[in-house]
């Protein structure tokens, strides 16, 4: 694991994004813990969190790409802070778009917010995390439908390792639409990062809670050789 991976996993503990406990997640799952991304609402946690972002997008899919596409509503502030972000650390200049969830008949018109896409576009794709692979299903017919495109891949900030309907979400992400994935971390990093180890004065993964985990994976991972 890199050293901007590390910094990334406390960087959430700190935004109270990586939260452990009882959630259920978006695919209706009981899960010990979660990740939710509306909890970065500073400028300066935004301006961070990009830069993780783009780190992990040019490491995987390198610079040379046009859109940068975030899934309404959580993906807008991503795609935006991660757009700047290439900018300024890579002076990549790279156009940003969202959908809408209903389309706009006046003024600004269409199913799009932001830059439109048009034929012959190399679009990177950017959420906060994929469990199940729901979102990408609804996303892609978005992004298919403006033109003759290319989507280059997926980048999530936390690949949750976990299946879809039978190998991992983000394996039949890449086997069944053709894109590529990546993520900033996957949750073994962040188990390996913070189990019994003190940060900031507290042990946030304990024996307890990694039982929880582990029961968690139990039922929901990957199956073996399926990941």
């Known amino acids: 694991m890199e050293k901007y991976q590390e910094q990334f996993i406390e960087f959430m503990i700190d935004c109270q994004v990586l939260k452990f406990g009882d959630f259920v997640?978006?695919?209706?799952?009981?899960?010990?813990?979660?990740?939710?991304?509306?909890f970065y609402r500073t400028g300066g946690q935004l301006m961070k969190l990009g830069e993780y972002y783009a780190e992990a997008i040019v490491g995987?899919?390198?610079?040379?790409?046009?859109?940068?596409?975030?899934?309404?509503?959580?993906?807008?502030?991503?795609?935006?802070?991660t757009a700047i972000a290439l900018k300024a650390?890579?002076?990549?200049?790279?156009?940003?778009?969202?959908?809408?969830?209903?389309?706009?008949?006046h003024g600004d018109t269409g199913i799009l917010l932001g830059s439109p896409i048009q034929d012959g576009d190399r679009v990177v794709?950017?959420?906060?995390?994929?469990?199940?692979?729901?979102?990408?299903?609804?996303?892609l017919p978005i992004i298919k439908a403006q033109g003759?495109?290319?989507?280059?891949?997926?980048?999530?900030?936390?690949?949750?390792?976990?299946?879809?309907?039978?190998?991992?979400?983000?394996?039949?992400?890449?086997?069944?639409?053709?894109?590529?994935?990546?993520?900033?971390?996957?949750?073994?990093?962040?188990?390996?990062?913070?189990?019994?180890?003190?940060?900031?004065?507290?042990v946030v993964i304990d024996d307890l809670m990694k039982q929880k985990i582990d029961a968690y994976y139990a039922e929901y991972g990957a199956r073996r050789g399926h990941e």
């Open 89 to 105: 650390k890579y002076g990549i200049e790279v156009r940003y778009s969202s959908n809408r969830k209903e389309i706009k008949d």
């Open 125 to 139: 794709i950017i959420e906060d995390v994929t469990t199940a692979g729901t979102s990408i299903k609804e996303t």
């Open 148 to 202: 003759d495109v290319k989507v280059l891949g997926l980048c999530v900030s936390v690949d949750r390792q976990e299946r879809g309907e039978k190998k991992s979400a983000l394996t039949e992400i890449r086997e069944g639409f053709g894109i590529d994935t990546t993520s900033i971390v996957t949750m073994t990093d962040v188990i390996n990062h913070l189990y019994d180890k003190p940060y900031k004065g507290t």
């Open 60 to 81: 995987k899919f390198g610079k040379d790409f046009d859109v940068l596409f975030g899934p309404a509503y959580k993906g807008i502030p991503l795609s935006v802070a």
């Open 25 to 38: 997640t978006k695919s209706g799952r009981k899960t010990p813990f979660f990740v939710n991304t509306g």
